[in-house]
């Protein structure tokens, strides 16, 4: 949900970085995807219960960790150097601040999932 919220509020704004707010959106969009991806194969069933999973599990949310800690660190400094321009409007700089908000939050998530799945993953 953060991961979504953080890809509307950067897709909304202007770019004044384009390789920055790009790469925050590539990472948005594919631990997205790939989070929808694996939920959908956990409900349907195809991990048979099989141990390779959780450590797939663990590989695809540390991937995520990492890809979103990095998005989250040039998004806040995009936000501060957009910051300090004066003539910048307000709206644009909230969005930019709600972005990195939640792209903190959505690091915070994934740590958190992955300290369960190696948890589980060393239970098994």
């Known amino acids: ?6 890809w509307i509020l950067v897709a ?3 770019v004044p970085a384009p390789m ?3 790469w925050v959106m590539f990472v948005s969009v594919f ?9 959908c194969l956990y409900i349907c069933g195809a991990h048979g219960g099989s141990s ?3 450590t ?21 400094y995009l936000t501060y ?18 972005a990195v908000v939640f792209a903190f939050l959505a690091t915070l998530m994934y740590v958190i999932h992955k300290v369960y799945s190696l948890l ?3 239970s098994s």
């Open 52 to 54: 390779s999973w959780i």
């Open 81 to 98: 150097s957009v910051g300090l321009v004066s003539n910048v409007l307000m709206t644009i700089y909230q969005e930019n601040i709600a």
């Open 20 to 22: 920055l707010q790009g």
């Open 56 to 76: 797939l599990d663990v590989i695809c949310q540390e991937t995520a960790a990492l890809f979103y800690l990095s998005a989250a660190v040039l998004e806040a």
């Open 120 to 122: 589980r993953w060393k």
């Open 31 to 39: 631990c997205f995807v790939m989070s929808i991806t694996l939920l």
């Open 12 to 14: 909304s704004s202007k």
């Open 1 to 6: 949900i953060f991961g979504g919220l953080v």
